[in-house]
């Protein structure tokens, strides 16, 4: 349901759905499994919409190969900026990660985007490049 909303452009009912649904969950435990059309290496999705998803949920599982998305991030990262500030980066996404659970390669890229936004989009275009691959 949620997804159809964002997918219309409603993000703000699709978040308020959301809501709901934890205020529910805080009521009457359940598991829910939510899905979004998010390409999370598409600097668009940072336009508030990824973080703004995040808050609502306890986990976000943008690959199905966390090793190899963590590794394309730390490559993408170092090859954009030089080995010790790429390595810097990684250790301020550890150390600043939001409350949702994620791979620690999603956290550098979203706190690149909140902090460096232009080295953000460099970034991610090495990681689709070496993801694609």
Known sequence: M???LWQ???R????????FWNELGRQQPFTLLCAYAIDPLQPEAY???LESVCR???HLIPARDYSRFNRAVLDAAKATLDQPLAQMLISLAANHRPHTEMPLGQA???????NMPR???RVLEGVRARLAS
């Open 47 to 49: 336009g508030g919409g």
């Open 8 to 10: 219309r452009g409603e």
């Open 12 to 19: 703000k009912a699709a978040l308020r759905l959301e809501e």
């Open 2 to 4: 949620v997804d159809i």
């Open 108 to 114: 550098a890229l979203l706190w690149l985007k909140q």
């Open 119 to 121: 080295t953000a989009d």
């Open 56 to 58: 609502c949920h306890t």
